[in-house]
């Protein structure tokens, strides 16, 4: 029976089973007024603070996309892939240093990756 009252559901129309809230109306109308499927998730910001619960590749806490994916080349040679932020960033002299591993010794190349990513991880501290 439950699934035959799913089954009626149509998403982002006005045919809607006639025991359906208010509510729950509004949300599926939502569908035909925003630009992105994603509006909700997009609208939401991660505050890094102490970077104990903030995974440093995976999670987007320095523009719209993860690290991993912003800079895969260097991903791929971490050590650290489910290192949070404070696992990676340390305090010397009154100034925050990287402290990254990486499982090989880098190409000349991969060095101005590395200097982009400082660059843009040293923005968001």
Known sequence: MAGEFCMKWKLGTSNFH???SIWWKDICDIENVVVSRYWFVEGFVRKTESGDMTRFWYDCWIGDVPLCVEFPRLFSISNQKDAVVRELCVT???HWVWNFE???RRFEWEEALITNLLEVSMESL
């Open 102 to 104: 990486w499982r090989r």
């Open 92 to 94: 010397e002299d009154n």
């Open 18 to 20: 006639r025991f359906a």
